[in-house]
């Protein structure tokens, strides 16, 4: 077993931790506490990533999420220093995938804006009375000619307010399956109202009205997907995922492998959330005296810092092992990402608590960015799956068919 991450693993971690530490490091204190990000200011951060090398073309994505290690890496380090960032990537990603195997007509209109790093996407599933539960999506899609007519609306949906194509979870009205409908702002247009939040501020987050929607049928996930088999071999070249990604699509349910990815992320986020908020304490109680002597000394400050200490470098492992079981596109990685995604949230609040309390009543004044760690610590358990919802999910894998605790 291997701890240590490969050279490239190493450069690509040193060149990201740079970048931010340079590009986004000064700002982001004062730029995310005045809120969501405008669509301007997200390409512009889409762009400079892409110059690293990192973005939604085909070719940028394999960089990113097509190594699930360096996506993890990539969620650590951003996790660190602006956590608010991550959905532009993360959930972007998840029409931006599809673009390659869509029409013509839709590969000449968002290639090149892919291509351009001027693309921003949204996957819209949660609906007001479909939160955890999705089974039941209101959302319909009615079947007219070589189209669907949407209707209905999708609630807490990042980037939602800045989005120009967006992966729809509907209802087909005529057959009652549900399925996802790759939709361009443009082509059918919809509505949007912004939500306000603790943590993640500069993240857009929001509501979209669908109101006859016209969509063209080609646009249906099943039909993406039935392009992207028809590739044959050629499908690795052309969808930018992992042999190991690809394989659970194909052993899992596809909705259920493409869940592991994110939810492995959201545990590195965690971590990275967690250990600014660890080394700022560490520093804190290096120079901080009471009693005559540094706070460090004291046994009970240190014992702060080896709890949170022992639970990032848990979640870590836990983290990197849900990752590598994708790279391997072993079945575990749906229990080990649920598991990693509740732990990893759950620690990076109590870790970021702890950090605020080393720093005393320092930890609680709005100037020091620890108050910023601890809103955006909260925000890790309930998107991309509840904390309770990962729980169940870990059950269900453990014991087998038969015991879904929440079908
Ligand atoms: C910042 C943010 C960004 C988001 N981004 C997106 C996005 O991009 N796309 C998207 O589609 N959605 C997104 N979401 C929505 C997110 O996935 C949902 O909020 C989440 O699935 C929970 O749904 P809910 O809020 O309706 O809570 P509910 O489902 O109403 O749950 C309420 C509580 O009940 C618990 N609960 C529910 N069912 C059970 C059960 N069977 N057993 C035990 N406990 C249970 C939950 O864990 C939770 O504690 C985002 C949410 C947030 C806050």
Redesign the pocket.
């Given at each position: 077993m291997d701890f240590e991450f490969t050279e490239q693993e190493k450069m690509y971690r040193d060149s990201l931790r740079d970048f931010l530490k340079k590009e986004y490091a000064p700002i982001v204190d004062k730029r995310d506490a005045q809120g969501p990000l405008t669509r301007a200011e997200a390409i512009d951060i889409l762009k400079k990533f892409h110059q690293l090398g990192i973005g939604l073309d085909q070719e940028s994505a394999r960089g990113f999420v097509g190594s699930p290690m360096l996506f993890a890496i990539f969620a650590e380090e951003v996790g660190r220093v602006w956590p608010s960032l991550l959905?532009l990537f993360g959930?972007g990603i998840l029409p931006a995938i599809y673009v390659p195997v869509a029409s013509d007509e839709v590969k000449s209109r968002l290639i090149p804006r892919l291509e351009a790093a001027e693309f921003v996407g949204?996957?819209?599933?949660?609906e007001p009375e479909?939160?955890?539960?999705?089974s039941k999506l209101k959302t319909t899609a009615r079947p007219v000619g070589d189209h669907y007519v949407v209707n209905g609306s999708?609630?807490?949906?990042?980037?939602?307010t800045i989005a120009d194509t967006a992966l729809v979870?509907v209802t087909n009205t005529e057959t009652g399956a549900q399925t996802f409908l790759l939709m361009e702002k443009e082509i059918s247009p919809w509505e949007t109202n912004e939500l306000h939040?603790i943590g993640?501020k500069a993240?857009p987050?929001g509501e979209m009205f669908f109101s006859d929607c016209k969509v063209p049928k080609e646009n249906e996930l099943s039909v993406l997907m039935g392009n992207a088999l028809k590739l044959g071999p050629r499908m690795k070249e052309v969808l930018p995922l992992s042999d190991g990604f690809l394989k659970l699509m194909t052993t899992l349910e596809p909705f259920t492998a493409m869940m592991t990815l994110p939810r492995a992320g959201m545990c590195m986020a965690a971590c990275g959330i967690a250990q600014a908020s660890f080394e700022a304490a560490l520093n804190y109680a290096r120079e901080r005296k009471q009693f005559g002597k540094p706070i460090g000394k004291h046994q009970l400050i240190q014992e702060m810092l080896y709890d949170m200490a022992v639970s990032i470098e848990t979640a870590r492992l836990l983290g990197y092992r849900a990752a590598d079981a994708i790279v391997r596109g072993h079945p575990d990685a749906r229990r080990l990402s649920a598991m990693a995604k509740n732990y990893g949230g759950e620690m990076a609040i109590k870790v970021t608590y702890k950090a605020m309390q080393i720093h005393g009543g320092m930890g609680l004044a709005t100037e020091m960015p620890l108050e910023r760690y601890f809103r955006d610590a909260r925000?890790m358990t309930?998107?991309?799956?509840?904390?309770?919802?990962m729980k169940?999910v870990t059950g269900y894998t453990l014991l087998g068919k038969g015991f879904g605790?929440?079908a």
């Open positions: 959905t959930m949204c996957f819209a599933e949660t479909a939160g955890c539960d999705t999708k609630t807490w949906i990042s980037n939602a979870g939040k993640w993240s987050t925000m309930v998107p991309d799956g509840t904390s309770e919802m169940l605790a929440y």
